[in-house]
């Protein structure tokens, strides 16, 4: 392995342990107990931002240049998403389960398995991330893999996600239904940014659709409202 390779892995693990402690830290404020569960989420959510980020570089380097030095880090990124997730089914499954490591699969199948399913892609990326399997496969069909196992990961993720916290998702819709003490700021759960994240993703790619001009001002006008919508969730709600 050349030098500037092992250089890119410390990188995106030095970037993705800075994802991991940052969510750490908000997921502690947000439910107000620090421990082996904020760590659990906050794992989770590293696992959905780092493959976003994943899925973003490609339309956001088409659309600025100022984006194409981050194309590099892709694999690394998306190398980490897997072990942030592995970590996340190894607590889900082991120290945090209440009926036994398959309990989950019993009580809540339709999340459960899709996001075992996500982290059986996420494996089989990992798996065939190097050299060799791009000279066996051949550089196409290892790109196409790559490129629809990367979408359907998290779309898988999504939808695991959703599913799981739709009561919570919506009570932080519907304005009073979370109990609130006046002059005291609060935190959403880490869940809204990570639905408001999902939702970016999908109109930014869903954007490239209507040609370069129009993909630009709605990446640009969606970025800035997101990031007003999580200040009003945290700020004014
Ligand atoms: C790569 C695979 C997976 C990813 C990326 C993933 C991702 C996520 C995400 C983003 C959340 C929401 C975190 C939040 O509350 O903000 C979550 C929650 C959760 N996931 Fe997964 N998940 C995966 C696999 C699984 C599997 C296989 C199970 C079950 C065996 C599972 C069980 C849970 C549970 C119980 C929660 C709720 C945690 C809590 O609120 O404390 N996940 N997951």
Excluded: C
Excluded at 3 to 26: C, K, M, N, P
Excluded at 96 to 114: D, Q
């Amino acid at each position: 392995m050349l030098r500037s390779d092992i250089l890119q892995y410390v990188y995106a693990g030095l970037f993705t342990a800075a994802w991991v402690f940052g969510l750490y830290e908000i997921e502690v404020i947000a439910s107000g107990e620090a421990g082996l569960s904020a760590l659990n989420v906050s794992l989770a959510a590293s696992t959905l931002f780092l493959l976003g980020i994943v899925l973003l570089l490609g339309p956001l380097s088409r659309l600025f240049n100022r984006f194409d030095w981050a194309l590099k880090y892709r694999k690394e990124l998306g190398i980490m998403s897997f072990f942030t997730g592995l970590a996340h089914v190894y607590l889900v499954m082991f120290p945090l389960a209440r009926n036994g490591p398959w309990g989950l699969y019993t009580s809540r199948p339709l999340s459960a398995y899709p996001g075992l399913e996500a982290l059986i892609v996420l494996f089989i990326l990992f798996a065939i991330s190097n050299r060799f399997a791009t000279r066996v496969m051949g550089a196409k069909l290892w790109w196409q893999i790559q490129y629809w196992g990367a979408r359907a990961a998290f779309a898988l993720i999504a939808f695991h996600m959703v599913v799981l916290k739709q009561k919570t998702i919506m009570s932080w819709l519907i304005p009073g239904d979370v109990p609130m003490t006046p002059g005291v700021v609060h935190y959403p759960p880490l869940i809204i940014w990570e639905t408001q994240f999902v939702l970016l993703i999908l109109v930014i790619r869903l954007s490239e659709l209507f040609g370069v001009k129009a993909a630009r001002i709605i990446t640009i006008v969606m970025s800035i409202s997101v990031l007003a919508m999580m200040a009003w969730a945290m700020f004014l709600r």
